[in-house]
């Protein structure tokens, strides 16, 4: 069946669904749907008011569950899965949503009534009874004779993902279990997150009770491609992915039964086997014995780990589908528990991060702030949260850092960056290859290839492109048309560029207007005391959320190892320094913001200049270290905010007072 024809046939069931309640209501024969659905059973005898159609597999054919089920059996069936009617007849006073409905496993559509209860009003997709999406039976236009709407492909579409959601495995897998309550749990966490997979360690030795190889290996081969998986250290979960083949090619296939079937039960035949084992029929599960004891692993890879969190959320023991799995590596959730701890790790992720989280909202963002505040870091950070959900690119595995280049975007605005940089103009080209002949050709420019790169990606996810020094520019020329196709309400909606009958590739996808699709987000970065800032206008200013990176708040920097780097890229352990670090830093910003500066906030100064105290850090030398630190990049910089006035001299030597205090300030 072509696509089309699916929604037809889902507007027929939904049609039939809300005449059948309706009768059973109201017994009413001159409801639009009665004389089309209700009355021809009726007449045949074969009408059957109540019922659940899920069972209707499970009973002979006289039965009611499967009499039900009979009067949809034409429209029963779609590629995922066979939707069932549920009907417990007629009520005396309002619908009962909860037991008259359409349903794939957990994911239901409902019935709902209107206010004085007298006839359906409107359709819902849920499940266990919360409501996920709505629409009126107008908007759905049940009952005019055409054909399938917009509004009912995006109430099939709803339906069908949700059911897709619903209906997978929830695991929890315990990343190397040996290390039960261990202090380097978080570093084996952490591990499994970058390789993007789950490894057991523990398996291999001798059986005793409960025997929890046997339940490891039983669960493991239980689990499927596009289930969730859950990672956990200990008792608590810390991120998310969803299941796939494994990665590496096998070196031997086998067979479970093969493996399990050492009759001393002492060890398991994997011992007599390196490299990759796959294994027959199973297509998530496998070993890799090839990196020795340590790294030894029963694995399942995952797409990727996200939704990263140290804290972690800890799992009880009633969530999980069997009490014998409480002491096993992987364990199988309740659906219902699953689907919401995943919402709940979603949402804590995104929520727990306000920039993160209005960047998702709005699309387009723009984050100002104080000299050395770490901006540019700061949305480097927020593309990889956005893209892969992880904290910190150093939880990349090296496939994703491969995919960040590819999925962020940069450029830097300067006075000379203009329209045919960033959208698309005329370059000029040789006409020939040895000719001195120069000729022009229309070519896109940085951000207009971007778009084209998110265009064709069909995973759906996000790319971010990022403008540093957004301000440098003359925005109004740089983005022309584009003022209006970078609001998250047009996006998809085209726009005639300059350069617009020049396209004439006929697989270009701009070609009969371009438009920013729905998977970019723009964030930029400006300086807010930089005298350009004022060149802004309102127009640019209004498509763009705006979020200041305070100095205190940079210094979030710190936590990252990867931030502390010496002139050669080499990371620097500042650990044994860093309170003294940060309370200069402080101390100096308290400085700054006092009166007799007439400086203010937005003068401070952030941590990315603290940062440079690792290139210094030469043999332990902290004391030259904070010295050059001073003289080459925080001295010059208060400078230029002194310059012209005639205590300047003075305020210089307070502000290096204060910077040269390593206690905090009281």
């Not at 507007?11 to 009768?23: D, N, Q």
Request: proline content about 3%; some cysteine.
């Amino acid at each position: 069946m072509e696509e089309m024809d699916y929604y037809k046939q889902f507007k027929s069931l939904l049609e039939y669904f809300v005449a059948h309640t309706e009768w059973n209501q109201n017994k009413d024969k001159n409801h639009i749907g009665y004389s089309k659905y209700i009355k021809p059973l009726i007449d045949s005898g074969t009408f059957q008011s109540d019922g659940q159609g899920y069972n209707s597999g499970k009973v002979d054919k006289d039965k009611r569950d499967f009499k039900i089920q009979l009067q949809i059996k034409e429209w029963e069936n779609y590629p995922f899965g066979k939707i069932f009617l549920n009907s417990n007849g007629g009520t005396k006073t309002r619908y009962f949503s909860i037991v008259n409905y359409l349903n794939v496993g957990w994911a239901s559509i409902y019935a709902d009534y209107t206010p004085d209860k007298a006839h359906i009003d409107s359709l819902w997709i849920g499940f266990e009874q919360v409501e996920q999406f709505s629409k009126t039976i107008a908007e759905l236009g049940l009952y005019n004779n055409q054909d399938p709407n917009n509004n009912l492909i995006i109430f099939y579409k709803k339906f069908e993902k949700l059911i897709k959601e619903r209906n997978k495995n929830y695991w929890l897998f315990k990343h190397k279990p040996g290390t039960e309550g261990a202090n380097n749990c978080q570093k084996f966490v952490e591990k499994a997150i970058r390789l993007n997979s789950g490894i057991m360690q523990y398996e291999y030795g001798v059986q005793e009770p409960p025997r929890k190889v046997t339940l490891n290996w039983n669960r493991a081969f239980d689990v499927q491609e596009g289930d969730i998986i859950f990672l956990c250290g200990d008792k608590k979960v810390y991120a998310v992915g969803t299941a796939i083949p494994p990665r590496l090619e096998p070196d031997e296939i086998l067979s479970k039964d093969f493996l399990m079937n050492d009759k001393k039960k002492e060890s398991y035949n994997s011992y007599n086997f390196g490299g990759i084992i796959h294994f027959e029929d199973e297509p998530v599960f496998y070993q890799n014995l090839t990196e020795g004891i340590e790294e030894w692993g029963q694995r399942i890879d995952v797409d990727s780990w996200k939704y990263y969190n140290k804290q972690g959320i800890f799992i009880k023991e009633e969530n999980l589908e069997s009490r014998s799995d409480v002491y096993c590596a992987i364990r199988k959730l309740k659906n219902e528990k699953g689907y919401k701890l995943l919402k709940k790790m979603e949402g804590d992720f995104m929520n727990a991060d306000e920039n993160l989280n209005l960047l998702k909202n709005t699309k387009n963002l723009i984050l100002t702030g104080a000299p050395g505040t770490g901006k540019t870091f700061e949305a480097r950070k927020l593309a990889i949260k956005l893209i892969f959900g992880k904290d910190s690119e150093d939880l990349l595995s090296e496939k994703e850092k491969e995919e960040a280049d590819s999925k962020i975007g940069f450029v830097q605005f300067h006075s000379s960056y203009d329209y045919t940089d960033f959208v698309e103009g005329l370059r000029p080209i040789k006409e020939k290859k040895d000719s001195k002949e120069i000729g022009f050709e229309r070519r896109d420019g940085a951000f207009k290839a971007f778009c084209k790169e998110a265009l064709n990606d069909k995973t759906d996810k996000p790319y971010v492109f990022i403008i540093d020094e957004i301000n440098r520019g003359e925005v109004g020329k740089i983005f022309g048309e584009l003022f209006f196709a970078i609001e998250d309400g047009y996006r998809n909606k085209k726009v005639d560029t300059q350069y617009q009958n020049l396209i004439d590739e006929d697989n270009d996808p701009f070609r009969n207007g371009f438009f920013v699709p729905k998977n970019v987000f723009i964030i930029g970065t400006m300086n807010d005391i930089d005298r350009s800032v004022e060149n802004m206008d309102f127009a640019f200013r209004r498509r763009f959320s705006w979020k200041e990176v305070t100095a205190e708040e940079s210094q979030k920097m710190f936590d990252e190892p990867s931030a502390w780097k010496d002139s050669e890229g080499n990371i620097v352990d500042v650990s044994s320094y860093l309170q003294k670090i940060k309370n200069r830093m402080d101390n100096l910003n308290i400085e700054i913001v006092k009166d007799e500066y007439e400086l203010g906030p937005s003068y401070q100064i952030g941590a990315a200049y603290f940062l440079k105290f690792a290139r210094y850090l030469k043999d332990e030398d902290e004391s030259s270290a904070f010295e050059n630190l001073w003289n080459y990049h925080i001295k010059p910089l208060l400078n230029e905010y002194l310059r012209g006035e005639q205590d300047s001299s003075d305020k210089l030597t307070n502000l290096e007072t204060a910077y040269e205090n390593e206690n905090p300030v009281q």
